[in-house]
C-alpha cells in the first residue's frame, strides 16, 4: 500500500530528536562549488520530474521546483529569494496537520511553501507526499546536502520513523524505543 497523506499533528520527543540527525539518503559534503557540481550532475543524469528543496540553503542555492524554507540559516534571519505562495505554521521539532496539506498542496501546484517555524521535519511529508521520479534535497548542516529519492523504500523508512519515534496530538505518551 502506497501512503499518500497522514492527517495528523506528530511531536518528536527530545529523547527521540537525536535519531533525526543524521544523513538520509544520498549525502554531497564538501565544498560549495563542488557540491553544487555533483549536484547538477545527478539532476542531469537521473531527469527527476520534480525536485524539492527543504530549508533555505538549498531552496536558496540549488534549483528546484518546489521550496519549503523557513527565512532562517542555522536559526538566523536569512533574506530568502523566492516567493511564497503557501503559509504554515509549524513549530519546532513537530509536522503540524496542517503541514501536510500545506506540502500536498505544493506539490500539486508546483508552489513554494513558507514556514513559520521549523522546516525540517518536513523532509519527512515532502518524501511521503512526493510523486515517484521526485528528489527531495535538504541541507546538513556545516556540511553540504542530502538528497532522498520519492521512492517506495524511503516512503516506507519514513512511516516507520513516524510510528516508531512520534507521538501524536491525540496519544502524547512515552513512545516505544
Known sequence: MIFQYMPKTYILPEKSRSRM??????????????????????L????????????????????????????????????QKHECSLNVKNPAGTIQKESWDAIRQAIKKRVNVCVDGEEDLLVICAV???????????????????????NLKNKTIFRLILKKYFATESKRESIPR
Open 128 to 150: 511521503i507526499l512526493a510523486k515517484p521520479k521526485t528528489l527531495v534535497v535538504y541541507g546538513f548542516p556545516n556540511k553540504g546536502i542530502c538528497l532522498l529519492e520519492a
Open 21 to 42: 540527525q543524521k544523513v538520509w539518503g544520498k549525502s554531497l559534503f564538501g565544498e560549495e562549488s563542488e557540491i553544487n557540481a555533483r549536484y547538477q550532475k545527478i
Open 44 to 79: 542531469d543524469k537521473k531527469k527527476y520530474k520534480t525536485v524539492i528543496t527543504v530549508g533555505d540553503y538549498c531552496s536558496h542555492h540549488l534549483p528546484s521546483d518546489i521550496k519549503i524554507f523557513d527565512k532562517l540559516v542555522q536559526r538566523k534571519a536569512f533574506a
